[in-house]
């Protein structure tokens, strides 16, 4: 069984770095887990698999503890004192908000057990709107998500599937920054 570990190990770690730190985060931290995952895959030694299943272990225990930070902040609302984004955070935390308000019908809509946050990534920023995308877990494929602030309520326009965006959206939202309310 114990030769089995090194491909469930490798698999685990290409899994979880498909999604994983952006360039500017693996700039500011050399030692993140990239460079944990290639030490990992190049030994072949007792101790150095021991060390990647220990790294691994963190890497999960982050995961779970950045999880629980996630539902922590889903009350989250968008400011309605301003209308424009101050970071691709905000604009997570109110889709986060909006999906886990179990008033709205999409909130049906989503699986949490293939949620992870790095998969988002920042495509637009101006004023009062962003857009997101959202790299599918395994790598291929992908959404995009509009966000546009006016006022008590902000515009969440959906495109399915890298094709639709930015001419085709497959579904317009209205929500009410207040509550994270669906209200169109």
Same mark, same amino acid.
């Given at each position: 069984?114990?030769?089995?570990?090194?491909?469930? =190990?490798?698999?685990?770690?290409?899994?979880?770095?498909?999604?994983?730190?952006?360039?500017?985060?693996?700039?500011?931290?050399?030692?993140?887990?990239?460079?944990?995952?290639?030490?990992?895959?190049?030994?072949?030694?007792?101790?150095?698999?021991?060390?990647?299943?220990?790294?691994?272990?963190?890497?999960?225990?982050?995961?779970?503890?950045?999880?629980?930070?996630?539902?922590?902040?889903?009350?989250?609302?968008?400011?309605?004192?301003?209308?424009?984004?101050?970071?691709?955070?905000?604009? @997570?935390?109110?889709?986060?908000?909006?999906?886990?308000?179990?008033?709205?019908? @999409?909130?049906?809509?989503? =699986?949490?057990?293939?949620?992870?946050?790095?998969?988002?990534?920042?495509?637009?920023?101006?004023?009062?709107?962003?857009?997101?995308?959202?790299?599918?877990?395994?790598?291929?494929?992908?959404?995009?998500?509009?966000?546009?602030?006016?006022?008590?309520?902000?515009? =969440?326009?959906?495109?399915?599937?890298?094709?639709?965006?930015?001419?085709?959206?497959?579904?317009?939202?209205?929500?009410?920054?207040?509550?994270?309310?669906?209200?169109?």
């Amino acid at each position: 069984m114990k030769k089995f570990y090194p491909v469930i =190990l490798l698999t685990g770690i290409i899994l979880l770095g498909a999604c994983g730190p952006s360039e500017k985060e693996r700039a500011v931290a050399p030692n993140s887990n990239v460079h944990e995952s290639s030490q990992a895959q190049s030994s072949t030694t007792e101790e150095s698999q021991s060390t990647a299943v220990s790294s691994t272990n963190e890497q999960t225990q982050q995961t779970v503890s950045s999880t629980n930070q996630q539902e922590a902040t889903s009350s989250t609302q968008v400011s309605a004192d301003s209308d424009s984004w101050s970071s691709i955070d905000e604009a @997570i935390e109110f889709y986060e908000a909006v999906y886990k308000n179990p008033e709205n019908e @999409i909130s049906k809509n989503i =699986l949490w057990d293939n949620y992870n946050r790095k998969c988002w990534s920042l495509i637009e920023q101006e004023g009062n709107t962003i857009v997101l995308h959202w790299s599918n877990i395994g790598g291929a494929g992908g959404s995009y998500d509009k966000f546009v602030k006016d006022g008590d309520t902000t515009q =969440l326009i959906k495109y399915d599937g890298n094709a639709s965006y930015p001419d085709s959206p497959t579904k317009t939202y209205t929500i009410r920054n207040s509550d994270n309310l669906v209200v169109e």
